[in-house]
């Protein structure tokens, strides 16, 4: 009897464990959105901050923005195309639009605010998609004749100005821009010639415009780019300040005719987060999103503040699988002293090196979706946790979990149209940050448990090999999320 009873407690055992677990199932070939992956930009002399900064901060900073061993492994950057009087290439007016432009460039690491730096950095770990973004054109192009405060580009729909139609200078501008960093060896993919036109604010460097005015403009850059033997660059519009805005001008464009114009659809997320999909066949990103209201944490989760990792954990897997976005990029990746905002990944005191919560999110998804990944289907769910899984061009499959449970949750994955033959599993929580987590393998199925808080990814059939890293010796460990930074001594935030 004794046995007996033995046995039927492990049978009890065996069977408790079994129903517990949640099975879903991801279908292999049933192929949705491109990715095109994670980022960040160093835009008003952050980049220049990065540069200045102590040599051994420097590195590890670069190396938790983009080594995917020890960081996030991000790949896309977005630097700001300048239209002042000391950071544009064209800052003085050339009289007329038909005048000869006198164009401005040193050639050197200093260009651009030491964004040409920052870029030929992010590409020694292999980031191959550089996005350059105008914030305006240059005042004397405007209705305003200022680069600050609003005002429309001379030219567009149902804007005027004396100084006659700026547009093809305009287009010009960028045109030369993308040259510009082309013979420095920086490969310019995506250029946007708006940034929040929808949002006009004290001093802000903001060119206004509606869906209908930018579609004015638009033709008229693709031709300018394809004259050039640029064709290949992708055009962008229309960075909204949020998801809402930039539908309303999603529509208008594509009431127009221009998405045979453009590669991507982009937005901000200050006013409203992506959370659907947008109405267009084009690829759409979120191309600035971070906490503007905290000063630094390095929190994973407390109560589920906008400076915490788990929030903006909750933000991507929403971005990713519910809007079908194809990137998702926070504002700033690195700075200096500036511990009176979380609107940047990594904080350094210029001694030491501190990552974020935020940042090991980003590092969750991006260390394991790559550019070219495509997100498949999946069927089943697990209460309170997001799932999102994706077909890496290496063929392996990444599955992210993102867990808003309170108690750990197993869970099984089995596969159609795939065949799993190995495994591995990270996790983040406010213990750990992108650390290996026990998963099993058995009869083509996954195994894993999902913590409370946290984000797990499982990476299936992971192609060995090694991965870019310009700085072969070791760095100082990953940091937990935890990790609390030293007060600040002196700081200034530059946002949006």
Known sequence: MRALGSTAIFLFSLLSSTLAQTQITVNATSLLQEIDG???????TRAKEFYEAAEGPRQRGLDYLFNTETGAGLTIIRNRIGSTANDSILPRSPGSPNGTPNYVWDGGD??????VWFSKQAMKYGVKTIYGNAWSAPGYMKTNNNEANGGWLCGVTGR????????QAYANLIVQYVKFYAQEGIPVTHVGFLNEPDYVYVFSLILESDGNQAASFIPILHKALADADLGHVGITCCDSIGWPGQRTMTSQLVAQGMERYLSTITSHMYTGDPNS???????TWQTEGC???????????????????????????????NANLSAYIYWQGFEVNQFQAASYLVASDNRDVFPSGRLWAFAQWSRFVRPGARRVATSGSVGNVGIGAFKNTDESIAIVFTSNNGGTQNVRVAFQSYTATSAVAFVTDNSRAVAPLNVTLSGGQVTVAVPPRSVVTVHINKVAGPAPNPNPEPTTPTLPPTTTPPAPTQSTCTCI
Not at 277 to 283: A, E, F, V, Y
Not at 310 to 315: D, I, L, P
């Open 38 to 44: 994670f980022g960040v930009s160093q835009a008003f």
């Open 110 to 115: 200093s260009s651009d605010s030491y964004q």
């Open 160 to 167: 005027s100005c004396q100084s006659g139609d700026w547009r």
């Open 277 to 283: 999909p947008m109405n267009t066949r084009l690829k």
């Open 291 to 321: 906490d503007l209201q905290s000063r630094w944490c390095t929190t994973w989760y407390a109560n589920g503040g906008l400076c915490e990792g788990m929030t903006w954990a909750n933000k991507l897997h929403t971005g990713m699988v």
